[in-house]
């Protein structure tokens, strides 16, 4: 076969063979709104650089010193003096990582003793280190609840726990958020011998609202059900021990499975469970998130574990960020801001706007102020919201906290977003 001119082999091919669909087909939607919102000049909210981090509060963006307050650095962890030491000491002893899954050569003694300082913390017999929260839920979701199991969950459970539903080929159902009754009508429907899981989480992140724990506990158990609760949100904050909205609501002793993560109150990278289930240990050797891995680095699993044994002695930080989590919450209402939760429930606020372009223009607004908060929608966001979330840290001082509601005023005036 002679080929006319410049073409290629490839080009013949290309112009003969099937022609198969674009796999960047299905964003089209997405990747042409994205165009059109960025085409009015807004700044990209999914696209910031920190170019410097001065404290769990404050960075620099753009040139300019912004106050942090969307963060997840619920006790501003990140800067204390002896969680870097303890990772500056291990990245000296032990290198810069571990190159290895968990079950091959990526257990340290800093795995062991992170997963120790875990069940100090949270009184239980076993806990497992994954490599991230997301992994966590993904790896112990997909390993207890395989073919023919049924996991039973809030709607507006994180993407990690679906994930983990999908991996696992359980079938899922789903409850309507934080609502009991449906729980209950929902697991009567189920075959009595089927292996059940209930995933609940203790505060939900996008609106910053509790579950009603201690009840729904009651009715998974009247089922027969397991129960699994993620903590990521309440994990350093809640109960008298800081171990969660469990703790703080009485039920910690009949959840099966604890979920978390390093990188919100813990204050660096990592995710974990922790259980008194007897055969806890098992599930390293079947858990595919959890074998098929490289384990964290070991100046990680350092700092985790010197800020989880401080985290046990952090009753005056704990106190201070209610504090600052009840005096914004009020200075918000008192500004003419709608906000997803009547009373300040946890360290995350969530301010709801109207549509997708008020919440972008107040969101930079604030940014131009020196504030930032994240941009939340959906699908991300229960029921097409697009809201501003704003999470608080132990770390800010009532100075900042007053210093926000001056930004948010000034942005929501310029914006139109309050009168
Ligand atoms: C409820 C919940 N679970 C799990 C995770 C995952 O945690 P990680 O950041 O450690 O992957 C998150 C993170 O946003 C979360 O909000």
């Known amino acids: 076969m002679s ?3 410049s073409q290629t082999a490839a080009d013949v091919l290309a112009a003969d063979g099937p022609q198969s669909r674009d796999l960047f087909e299905k964003f089209e939607p997405l990747i042409q709104e994205r165009d059109r919102l960025l085409g009015t000049g807004v ?3 999914f696209a910031i650089v920190m170019d410097e981090v001065k404290s769990p509060t404050e960075a620099v963006i753009q040139g300019k010193d912004t106050i942090l307050l969307g963060t997840y650095n619920y006790m501003g962890m990140t800067f204390d003096p002896d969680v870097i030491q303890a990772g500056v000491d291990a990245l000296k002893e032990f290198g810069s990582g571990t190159t290895g899954s968990r079950v091959l050569n990526g257990t340290y003694v800093g795995h062991k003793d992170v997963e120790a300082a875990l069940c100090e913390f949270y009184g239980m017999g076993h806990a497992m280190v994954f490599s991230t929260g997301y992994q966590a839920n993904l790896g112990i979701v997909s390993t207890l609840a395989g073919k023919g199991d049924y996991v039973i969950l809030d709607a507006d459970s994180h993407a990690s726990i679906y994930d983990g539903c999908f991996l696992g080929n359980a079938d899922i159902v789903r409850f309507r958020h934080n609502n009991v009754e449906d729980l209950e009508k929902r697991l009567g429907r189920l075959p009595p011998e089927a292996g059940k899981l209930v995933v ?8 910053g609202d509790i579950a009603p724990l201690d009840k729904m506990v009651t009715v998974a158990k009247k089922f027969g059900a397991m129960v699994l609760v993620d903590e990521a949100h309440s994990m350093g904050f809640f109960g008298e021990h800081g171990r969660g909205v469990a703790e703080a609501q009485g039920v910690l002793d009949q959840v099966d499975f604890v979920i978390g993560t390093f990188s919100k109150s813990v204050g660096t990278v990592g995710g974990f469970c922790v259980s008194n289930h007897p055969k806890t240990e098992f599930l390293r050797l079947v858990c595919r998130p959890y074998t098929f891995t490289a384990s964290l680095p070991p100046s990680v699993v350092a700092t985790a574990a010197t800020s989880i044994r ?9 106190a201070h960020l209610w504090e600052n989590s009840k005096r914004l919450h009020k200075g918000l209402r008192d500004l003419g ?3 997803a939760t009547e009373e300040p429930e946890s360290a995350i606020l969530a301010v709801l706007l109207d549509d997708q372009e008020q919440a972008v223009r107040m969101w930079q607004a604030l940014l131009e102020e020196g504030l930032y908060v994240n941009m939340a929608r959906p699908p ?13 840290c132990a770390e800010h001082s009532a100075e900042q906290v007053e210093q926000i509601l001056g930004m948010f005023e000034s942005a929501g005036k310029a914006t139109g977003a309050i009168g």
Request: aromatic share 8%; charged share 20%.
């Open 3 to 5: 080929m006319a001119g």
């Open 43 to 45: 700044r990209d909210p």
């Open 200 to 207: 609940l989480e203790g505060v939900y992140s996008m609106l």
């Open 310 to 318: 401080k985290l046990m002695h952090a009753g005056n930080k704990r």
């Open 337 to 339: 801001f709608r906000l």
């Open 380 to 392: 991300a966001t229960p029921a097409g919201i697009y809201l501003l979330r704003c999470s608080l």
